[in-house]
Structures are given as structure tokens and as C-alpha cells.
Nanobody, 127 residues
């Protein structure tokens, strides 16, 4: 499945952005979907994931309470609402999907377990 992320940009600390991820395949057929990010000079890190339907989304501690992940299977979309942004949230954000619905909860934070990736969208938060 092809994924395309969008919505990044430059925002001041305390501001908000909403990232979108469009999928070329019906998202109801996908397993977990997730957002990861790669800050400058650092490794890619987990941000949030959401199951195919229902369930409780899972967040990295660094974004819990500020970010909200959601998916609209009717529109083949996934979103990441980011509020109260901080300079340390500056990164390239990637959306990902488990196209074969093979992931389980214990491995859903592992970037290596996802087989589909978007191209990334830059988020820059100024202080």
C-alpha cells in the first residue's frame, strides 16, 4: 500500500498542526497504522499507533496528552493532531501501516515491523 503524509510546516511553540496520511488501499483492510518521527541527527522514534478498528491508541510518553491519532477508514486516511507543540517535536514525521495485518500490540511500536511507509513531512517548531 502507498502512503502519503502531508500537513507539516513551521509553527511556534505552543501551536498546533494536523498531519494527514492518505492510503492507496482501503484502510479498513490494514492492520496497525502508526506515526513515527526522526528528529535531526537522531534515529527514527515511535510517536503513536492505532489499531484497525476500536481499541485504545498508544502514545509515546513524550507526546501523551498533546497528540491524538485517529483514522477514518471510510476515507482511507489517518491523522495526527498535534497540540502544545514544543521545539523538541521538530522532526520529519512518517506515517506507516501494517498492510498484512500481522502486527500484535507488543510489536506495534517497532518501526521495523511496518512494511509500508509514507515519504515524510517536516515539522519545525520554533521557540
Amino acid at each position: 500500500v502507498q502512503l502519503q503524509a502531508s500537513g507539516g510546516g513551521l509553527v511556534q511553540a505552543g501551536g498546533s498542526l494536523r498531519l494527514s496520511c492518505a492510503a492507496s488501499k482501503r484502510t479498513f483492510s490494514l492492520g496497525y497504522m502508526a506515526w513515527f518521527r526522526q528528529p535531526p541527527g537522531k534515529d527514527r522514534e515511535f510517536v503513536a499507533h492505532i489499531r484497525k478498528s476500536g481499541g485504545i491508541p498508544n502514545y509515546a510518553d513524550s507526546v501523551k496528552g498533546r497528540f491524538t491519532i485517529s483514522r477514518d477508514n471510510g476515507k482511507n486516511m489517518m491523522f495526527l493532531q498535534m497540540n502544545s507543540l514544543k521545539p523538541e517535536d521538530t522532526a520529519v514525521y512518517y506515517c506507516s501501516a501494517d498492510s498484512r495485518s500481522r502486527l500484535i500490540l507488543s510489536s506495534a511500536r517497532d518501526a521495523g515491523m511496518y512494511d509500508s511507509w509514507g515519504q515524510g513531512t517536516q515539522v519545525t517548531v520554533s521557540s
